[in-house]
């Protein structure tokens, strides 16, 4: 944890219940030890769409449907969600959980490569959320960046792995030299790239919000 566990449940203890269908899927998340968005990540995702009201969504890394249908579910008006998952179980579970809440005509959910189904995409959007495998971020961004319209927002999540990010190689075990050294690569063009302009936020498990300028 980057913010020590006690605050991060007092903030969290302070959010409204979620509803029944959400539960439902927090616990399926859990029991197949599926990784889904924590709550910090949740409340800030949804500020940002209130905030910014996209209408056209992308997300890469789709899991079992839990994190596109916070989003659309925060959003009233014609707002739809492309999501990307290369898990074919997880990819099916999502079909099913956006069936189950009713918005499979709002969110469409693509199997495959997110590098493959993203050249495929012919189309641009205002809000892109990344959170699939952290050392192929640096792989999709130029692709964000192409299909993000101007103003449009977009959030990275997990960029800082529990902290570790921020320590230097040599404390880090030798299996995460590799996403280690990607993520701070990332994070540096983020920061100085001259199309977006990036805020690193030490909330959840380290989060980037962008506008592309
Ligand atoms: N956003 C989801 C949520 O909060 O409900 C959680 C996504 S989970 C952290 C990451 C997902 O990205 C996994 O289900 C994984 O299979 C998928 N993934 C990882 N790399 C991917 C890629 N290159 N293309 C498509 N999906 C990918």
């Keep these: 944890m980057i913010v020590e566990e006690h605050v991060a449940a007092f903030i969290n203890s302070l959010n409204a219940e979620a509803s029944l269908l ?3 899927l927090e616990r399926e998340a859990h029991e197949h030890h599926v990784p889904i968005i924590r709550p910090e990540i949740r409340e800030l995702l949804c500020f940002l769409l209130r905030l910014h009201r996209p209408q056209r969504i992308l997300e890469i890394g789709t899991a079992i449907g839990y994190s596109s249908i ?3 579910q ?3 008006g014609d707002v739809k969600i492309d999501t990307i998952e290369r898990n074919m179980g997880r ?3 999502a079909v099913d959980n956006i069936k189950r809440a009713g918005l499979q005509e709002d969110i469409m959910v693509h199997y495959g490569d997110a590098l493959d189904v ?3 995409l012919d189309k641009s959007y205002d809000f892109i959320f990344m959170d699939a495998a952290k050392g192929q971020y640096h792989h999709f961004l ?3 960046i192409d299909k ?3 103003n449009g927002m977009l959030v990275c999540d997990n960029v800082l792995q529990e902290g570790s990010v921020a320590q230097s190689r040599y404390a880090v075990s030798r299996r ?3 996403v280690h050294g990607r993520m701070r690569e990332y994070l540096y063009e983020m920061k100085h790239s001259t199309c977006l302009d990036t805020v690193i936020l030490p909330v959840g498990d380290g989060v980037t919000v962008s506008r592309k300028c």
Excluded: G, N, P, S
């Design 142 to 144: 130029e692709l964000c």
């Design 70 to 72: 916070i989003m659309r």
């Design 74 to 76: 925060a959003l009233e």
């Design 91 to 93: 990819y099916e579970r």
């Design 148 to 150: 993000l319209l101007k």
């Design 118 to 120: 993203l050249a495929t």
């Design 22 to 24: 959400i539960l439902e």
């Design 176 to 178: 995460d030299h590799t």
